[in-house]
């Protein structure tokens, strides 16, 4: 079975600076995709990023980047310019390629706080 | 844009009791699926439905049962409550598919305490 692990239960980081959530997993399969959920207080969870693993190049939305790296199970996420609305619980998961139903296995997850 | 909706966000109920949380989406999306978020453990999937009246066990099924007579609505049935079913419920859809596009919307949570 699939697993996720976020080693990080909490992060802080400055306004305006750079900050990196750590996320391995464990899997046999060769392609599958891995996301990173956003989840903030009081609120729905929302999609911040998505990576295929045949994909070569890490991912990008904006101010948050992926760090995919296949070999080590690794898919780490990066938010730069950190603004005070980052400020959430952040999960990343894993779903094989091939399912219809699409079942996700998430971690288990890191709260990032932001200082102003 | 899409929206998935859960009929309460904060409920309480009493050892033994039977409770149902209820998610209707509004995008006609095939996929529905029912999570609980507990710290340190992330999301667990409990039940998931591809379709009207088709049911499958996520990883932790015990204690719960589902039910889908709708394509847009699903329901988490606790037949009996127990203290340890406290929890944040998580409903969520996706269109059928195996695209990452096929991203999964969550609604935004109930908060069950049983007592």
């Known amino acids: 079975a699939q697993t996720v692990t976020q080693s990080q239960p909490e992060m802080s980081v400055q306004e305006a600076e750079t900050v990196t959530l750590s996320c391995t997993y464990d899997?046999?399969?060769?392609?599958?995709?891995l996301f990173w959920y956003k989840q903030p207080p009081s609120r729905q969870m929302i999609l911040v990023i998505r990576?295929?693993?045949?994909?070569?190049q890490n991912a990008t939305e904006n101010r948050f980047s992926v760090n995919f790296q296949k070999a080590a199970k690794s898919f780490s996420l990066k938010i730069s310019d950190s603004q005070l609305g980052d400020a959430a619980m952040y999960f990343c998961?894993?779903?094989?390629?091939?399912?219809?139903?699409?079942?996700?296995?998430f971690g288990q997850g890191t709260r990032l706080t932001i200082n102003p | 844009d899409v929206k998935v909706t859960q009929s309460s966000r904060y409920l309480v109920k009493r050892t033994g009791e039977k409770v149902f949380l209820e998610c209707v989406q509004d995008m006609d999306h095939e996929n529905m699926f029912w999570y609980r978020q507990d710290p340190g453990l992330g999301l667990r999937l409990i039940y998931f439905s591809y379709d009207v009246k088709m049911k499958e066990k996520g990883d932790i099924p015990e204690g719960y049962s589902v039910s889908r007579e709708k394509k847009e609505r699903f329901s988490l049935i606790l037949e009996s409550a127990s203290t340890n079913q406290t929890s944040m419920y998580l409903c969520a859809s996706s269109v059928f598919g195996q695209g990452a596009k096929d991203t999964q919307y969550f609604g935004p949570g109930t908060r069950l305490t049983v007592l």
């Open positions: 899997t046999s399969e060769s392609d599958y995709y």
């Open positions: 990576q295929e693993a045949y994909k070569q």
């Open positions: 998961a894993y779903r094989r390629i091939f399912q219809g139903a699409q079942k996700l296995v």
